[in-house]
């Protein structure tokens, strides 16, 4: 069985942190079973809150880039697309396989749109009054029932 010290407590915050790992994972990489992990998260305050804390810190960060992603989907981006061809040399390496030479290598800029729908997204969202996806009907009148309804309507 594992003890617990600092070192485990940081390792398991930092793979919290770094990706969405499930506990299982988590446990193989800090080399702890699963059962001691959830003995120490109900007896360990300490080791709770890091927990709680680490999985706050990977929330904010991934409010943060999706925050970026969203800023280059509402105003376009380029990005370059290499791409290379090559050739046999006729040369050799140490293992026998042939080292290939670059005949041609071409680099496009590639530029991508504003997204509409990541647009209204961000209107919708950041300016409800001027802009909402609901529309607001109000019905006013008298209400008809039964045969005056359907005389009315068959006139």
């Known amino acids: 069985m594992a003890k617990f010290n600092n070192e485990i ?15 299982a994972e988590i446990c193989k990489m800090a080399n702890i079973d699963e059962a001691t992990y959830y003995r120490w998260k109900s007896e360990k305050k300490e080791f709770c809150e890091s927990i709680k804390k680490a999985e706050e810190d990977r929330r904010q960060f991934f409010v943060i880039e999706a925050k970026k992603s969203l800023i280059k989907k509402i105003q376009g981006y380029t990005v370059q697309e290499k791409k290379t061809v090559t050739v046999e040399s006729g040369k050799k390496d140490e293992a026998g396989k042939p080292i290939p030479k670059i005949k041609e290598q071409t680099i496009i800029d590639k530029y991508f749109q504003p997204d509409t729908a990541a647009i209204i997204f961000t209107l919708c969202n950041t300016d409800p009054e001027n802009w909402r996806n609901r529309q607001f009907n109000e019905v006013t009148g008298k209400i008809k029932v039964g045969k005056e309804l359907a005389d009315e309507i068959y006139e």
């Not at 770094?18 to 506990?23: A, G, H, V």
Request: proline share 0%; no cysteine.
């Open 9 to 23: 407590v940081e390792r398991i915050t930092d793979l919290i942190k770094s990706d969405t790992y499930t506990i």
